[in-house]
């Protein structure tokens, strides 16, 4: 009997945490736009929003890998295997920079017009 009162507590104490405790970075539900993705990374202190960046532009590339056909030729060739993805992120930023017309595109698009425009194959 002395088992339930501690599961109980155990239990109960898990179920106490709200949401708002594991809360992460997350793109504004309304706005999945290339210019609210580049807010959110830009700031290099903020260590959540580089942390949903990273994800976010890994989580791009690999839905490009697996919606590839296996015989087709890629058309995103990452040539250096020493760039980090901090780099990779900085030249993003620049290139949405300079290129303002698709601030207001889906920041997955943009992310792969980036990827294969800066990461061509030979």
């Known amino acids: 009997m002395k088992t339930l009162p501690a599961t109980f507590l155990l239990i109960a104490s898990i179920l106490s945490f709200t949401p708002g405790a594991f809360a992460q970075k997350d793109l504004p539900a309304d706005d999945a736009s290339t ?3 580049v ?3 830009k700031n290099p202190n903020d260590e959540q929003g580089r942390s949903f960046c990273f994800g976010f532009g890994e ?3 690999q839905q490009y890998l697996a919606s590839r056909a296996p ?3 890629p ?3 990452f040539a250096s295997k020493t760039e980090t993805r901090n780099q990779v992120l900085q030249k993003f930023l620049v ?3 300079a290129n303002p017309q698709f601030s207001k ?3 997955a698009k943009s992310l792969m017009r980036f990827f294969t425009q800066s990461y061509p194959c030979k």
């Open 105 to 107: 595109e889906k920041a």
């Open 35 to 37: 210019a609210a993705f």
């Open 59 to 61: 989580g791009v590339y």
């Open 95 to 97: 290139w949405t920079n």
């Open 71 to 73: 015989n087709a030729q």
């Open 75 to 77: 058309s995103i060739c």
């Open 39 to 41: 807010e959110l990374c």
